[in-house]
């Protein structure tokens, strides 16, 4: 008897244990909802020139920055609690990690928010709006997928971002020297192109946020560190 | 009999379980040092216009890499074979995200160096040197004191330095706006005072990092997450 008491027991642990691991995760991807919303909206009030919907994002950003402190607190609580081992813990220490990156997504998304009201204060900038729409678009792509590959553990679609933030980054430099050319054809530019220049960082910085998010969810399925590695050991890290 | 077996197997544990932690600790406090190091010589090849010390520095980028990864990798092996609870849990998972924060010090040291080999080749910027000296040494002096908070586990050292953020952010705001009149004054300087730009934004960055240890540094002591709250909240949690 007590032999199966302690299987019961044991079962009633690991069943908690899942669901607090379950709720972890569906945590983590309300609050990557919360930041894909944040982006969208800071892109959208500098493209429509909306001050109100730029107030918004900055101050929906402590909802952001709470989301990470609780989220922190329940990971390291579970670990305190539950000793994951193995691909748990890979999972626990993962969450830690990426949440920090989604917050910094969410500053990202202030900056652009904080640039588009400077924007519409100066007048808009007479270039590099189609750039941003065209950044903008990839990298909430990419963050998207990245969330998606946490959600269903799919590595594969992990190393697809891996190699799209290659593209982001040419896509940044090419956009950064052609507004640079334009700065320089006229100094009434550079003010107004400055900003432009703040938010395609921002944009670029997110493709990064993204591409950590990717490395971490490869890492958890696959047990195996690809940060600084190069495509050819990721994908066979993948792919093996 | 047995019982006393028990607590010499159990001081043996803990004894090597604490050395662990010790090695842990100084393995981050020398790829603290690295960094630095490496921040030191990216403005040292900027300012005296060495493209050979630039090349080493944006080299060496792979050891701060390797040690992130190996530090790493060592502070989840510590919680999986040895559980740590409370101050012990605190400690690594705090290693785990700082390790994090001084790769990115070394990034932005990779991106200085970068700036620096462009600046020699296009001739050096007219302005915005003496700022990157006044903000290099500002930003270095807080990087050190923070390794220094953690090295001590010292919570009031740690709350200085997030005062010390505030100040760096308004000495970068100040430099940025300089630039920017500067630009305009003469389209010839755009193209260096923007590698100057980078330059500066590379180092507040730097400032942040060193402001994210020392919350770090006071989370380990003090058991509270001070990030993203004011600093009144912080100087009670460090007082209290």
Request: aromatic content about 6%; overall charge neutral; hydrophobic content about 50%.
């Given at each position: 008897m007590p032999r199966k008491q302690d299987d019961v027991y044991g079962d009633h642990i690991s069943h908690r244990f899942n669901d607090e691991l379950t709720e972890l995760k569906s945590r983590f991807l309300e609050m990557g909802g919360m930041v894909e919303t944040q982006i969208e909206r800071a892109i959208q009030s500098l493209v429509d020139g909306d001050s109100q919907v730029a107030d918004e994002v900055r101050a929906n950003d402590r909802t952001v920055d709470r989301m990470e402190m609780d989220l922190d607190e329940e990971a390291i609580l579970i670990i305190a609690r539950r000793q994951p081992a193995a691909r748990d813990l890979r999972l626990v220490i993962s969450v830690i990690k990426m949440v920090a990156d989604l917050e910094r997504v969410g500053d990202e998304a202030k900056k652009i928010a904080k640039m588009a009201i400077k924007l519409i204060e100066e007048g808009q900038a007479p270039r590099g709006y189609v750039e941003i729409r065209h950044i903008a678009s990839h990298v909430q792509g990419m963050l998207h997928d990245a969330l998606d590959a946490f959600a269903r553990l799919d590595s594969e679609q992990a190393l697809r971002?891996?190699?799209?933030?290659?593209?982001?980054?040419?896509?940044?430099?090419?956009?950064?020297?052609?507004?640079?050319?334009?700065?320089?054809?006229?100094?009434?530019?550079?003010?107004?192109?400055?900003?432009?220049?703040?938010?395609?960082?921002?944009?670029?910085?997110v493709g990064d946020h993204a591409c950590n998010i990717a490395e971490n969810v490869i890492f958890m399925v696959k047990g195996e560190d690809v940060r600084h590695t190069s495509m050819e050991e990721a994908e066979r890290v993948v792919g093996g």
């Open positions: 971002i891996m190699k799209a933030d290659k593209q982001v980054d040419e896509e940044y430099q090419a956009a950064a020297r052609a507004l640079l050319t334009f700065m320089m054809e006229d100094t009434r530019n550079i003010s107004r192109c400055m900003s432009v220049m703040w938010v395609l960082r921002a944009l670029e910085r």
